[in-house]
Structures are given as C-alpha cells and as structure tokens.
C-alpha cells in the first residue's frame, strides 16, 4: 500500500513540475535523468509539460517546439514506442497560427529527416505532415 502511495505522490509531484509557468526545460531534463529507467514516467513529464504549460510549449521563439523535438529524437532509439507517443502532441499543428505552424512544421521536418529514425516516429511524423 505504501509503495502505491509514494508512486502516486512521485506521479503528482511530476506534473506539477511540468505545470509550473516557470519551470525551465533544463529542471524537465534533470528529472528526466533521475527517471531514465523508467521511460513511462519521461513521456508523463515531457508530456505533461506539452500539454498543461501552453506557455513555454509555444514560447514565441519556438523553443518549446524545439525540446519536445529533441526529446523525442533522444527517446527515439531506446524506445521508439515512448517517442513516438510524444512526437503526436504535434498532431494538430496545422491548427494554429501561421508563425506556430512554420516553426512546428520545421521541428517535424528536422525529426523526419533523421537517419535511423525508428518506423514508429517515421509513421506519426509523416502522417502530421501529410
């Protein structure tokens, strides 16, 4: 019963660091580090911070775009699946605003360009952009 408590505190403890308005990617990649044996609990942060801090995900100098990017192509060849999971937070790009979508489209096009990109991001990638 403990041990489900400490993981549920561990989980929420997580997202509130990646829904602080304030948080800086480098606090994300520190934990990132802590939990890299646990890919789950990567995307739930990373993913998280995509999701719930709609202020630094599209920061207007594209630096938001540019973490998540670089996340997924650093997941990508230890586990595709997680990657791949990640990279979909970009599937409604063409939603937005003409400066969002050219600075998202670029990060897609970087993350699709990639030798040895796994045939799992390969699949989400191209079809966000088609």
């Given at each position: ?36 044996n ?15 801090n ?42 937005f ?22 045939g ?11």
């Open positions: 019963m403990e041990l489900i408590n400490l993981q549920e505190n561990i989980d929420k403890l997580l997202g509130e660091i990646a829904y602080k308005k304030e948080v800086e990617e480098e606090e994300i990649l520190r934990l990132k580090e802590l939990l890299k646990n890919p789950n609990k990567i995307w739930a942060l990373i993913s998280t911070f995509s999701r719930f709609q202020l630094r995900f599209h920061a207007a100098d594209g630096s938001g775009y540019e973490f998540i990017a670089e996340q997924v192509l650093r997941l990508d060849p230890l586990n595709p699946q997680i990657a791949a999971r990640l990279v979909s937070v970009f599937n409604n790009w063409k939603k605003t003409e400066t969002h979508k050219t600075k998202i489209n670029y990060q897609l096009q970087k993350i699709v360009k990639t030798p040895k990109l796994s799992d991001v390969f699949e989400i990638v191209s079809k966000t952009l088609n």
